[in-house]
């Protein structure tokens, strides 16, 4: 089979043969129909996330396909079945199940996926939203709805407005928050304004006399997180899900004296990406995406390095 490695730090990754998974007590071989392209991704192949995994490795976290293969003992599922593979990351992390972080991922034409893992795809959600829904959709889910804590009549501002960002937005409006958003590319802006973002702004400035309950960070690039602890209210929650740099410095007092409490954001549990799959079913949520030839991986993620993608890039390994 046909897959995309990654062999060495700030290398592109490598097309190559492999042969085919067989599926180990407890575990079932996924036919990838599709794989999401994530930043993630990119930080991990440019050595910002470290430790990465170590190379040769399968990237692709994001996975949505058809059962082809069952291990000894798996029940509840069959061949032809439509699956997605869920990355638990709650209550408790289970990286060592997750593909493309603790096992070889979705940049590939099949990969084994421990059955715990699975969750059905509802007949009204295509294999293309169901595999950008368990990261791009359930991780923004997540840090709005349970890190945020966003509910009716909340104000809150979503930073960066690309693929988890936008989901973000969409997010925050279902739970009955305003929403505005912050982005530095005003290109962004109506994709947000879509989305439900009652306003955008290219910098924080223009949230201080909003006073939001909640500022989430899905940039990550440092200055955001300080400046959004500035432009919280008092009591606000500031809650952090982007890698853009290693570390963060903000001003202490600042902190301290409004009482901002700072949350970290990390995947979703499988509840919750069960609750995303009904919103994309009913049609309240609806993820932005653009389809990139599998041959063309490398320079999907070259256009993510570069902000150069609107929504989320997703490629069919098969074809």
């Known amino acids: 089979m046909k897959a995309f490695r990654y062999v060495a730090k700030g290398a592109p990754l490598q097309c190559v043969d492999l042969p085919d998974p067989v599926p180990d007590p407890g575990w079932v071989v996924v036919d ?51 699956v997605a593979v869920a990355i638990i990351a709650h209550p408790q992390v289970q990286a060592y199940y997750a593909p493309g972080i603790g096992i070889d991922g979705g940049y590939a034409e099949r990969l084994v996926a421990h059955a715990s893992t699975l969750v059905p795809i509802p007949d009204s959600v295509s294999t293309v939203h169901a595999a950008v829904a368990t ?53 962004t802006f109506e994709a947000a304004r879509k989305a439900g973002a009652r306003d955008c702004f290219t910098d924080f400035t223009a949230l201080a006399d ?5 500022i989430i960070d899905f940039a990550g690039v440092g200055s955001t997180t300080s400046d959004a602890i500035d432009a919280v209210r008092r009591l606000g929650r500031v809650v952090l899900v982007g890698l853009g740099t290693k570390s963060t410095a903000f001003s202490n007092g600042t902190f301290i004296r409004k009482s901002v409490e700072l949350r970290g954001s990390y995947g979703a ?23 990139i030839p599998f041959a063309d991986l490398n320079e999907g993620l070259d256009r993510l390095r570069h902000g150069k993608v609107r929504g989320r890039l997703v490629t069919r390994p098969r074809g």
């Open 32 to 82: 990838v129909d599709v794989a999401g392209l994530c930043h993630s991704d990119v930080h991990m192949i440019d050595g910002v996330i470290e430790p990465a995994p170590r190379p040769p490795f399968t990237l692709g976290h994001e996975v949505a396909g058809t059962v082809s293969a069952l291990g000894e003992g798996v029940e509840g599922f069959a061949t032809g079945d439509r």
């Open 135 to 187: 990261d791009s959709v359930v991780t923004a889910y997540h840090a709005v709805r349970t890190e945020a804590r966003a509910k009716p009549g909340d104000v809150i501002a979503v930073v960066g407005l690309g693929g988890l960002g936008l989901n973000g937005v969409r997010t925050g409006v279902i739970a009955g928050a305003t929403v505005y958003g912050v982005d530095i590319n005003p290109d």
């Open 210 to 214: 909003l006073r939001p309950d909640a």
């Open 269 to 291: 549990g499988k509840d919750e990406y069960q609750q995303v799959l009904d919103f994309i079913a009913e049609g309240r949520i609806e993820p932005v995406v653009e389809e």
